[in-house]
């Protein structure tokens, strides 16, 4: 398989004052790769691991401070305020796996 699956886009809903994006950590990587969402809202990323989606488990988050290990086949989340504009990487622990947040204003 492919460590770069094909650029997934998902557009955060505003949903009554909360963005919410879900994403599928995979044995190719994360689903999808790229998360735009608005600044200054909160937002809550929901996370799936699922079965063999080995060091993609983990995701870091570094511009924000924040760091997740989903153990394999359950799922978590996290909620912060994205407070700056641009385009933020995320990662796995190892830096074979790869997206992108874009907060825009």
Known sequence: PSLNPSQQNAIAPNIAGL?????????????????????????????FAEPGSGCASSISFPDFKIKKLVPLNTSDSVQFTPDKEGTFPFYCAMGMFRGELVVQA
């Open 19 to 47: 963005q919410e994006v879900s994403i599928r950590m995979t044995s190719s990587g994360y689903s999808p790769n790229k998360v735009i969402v608005k600044k200054g809202i909160p937002l809550k990323l929901n996370f």
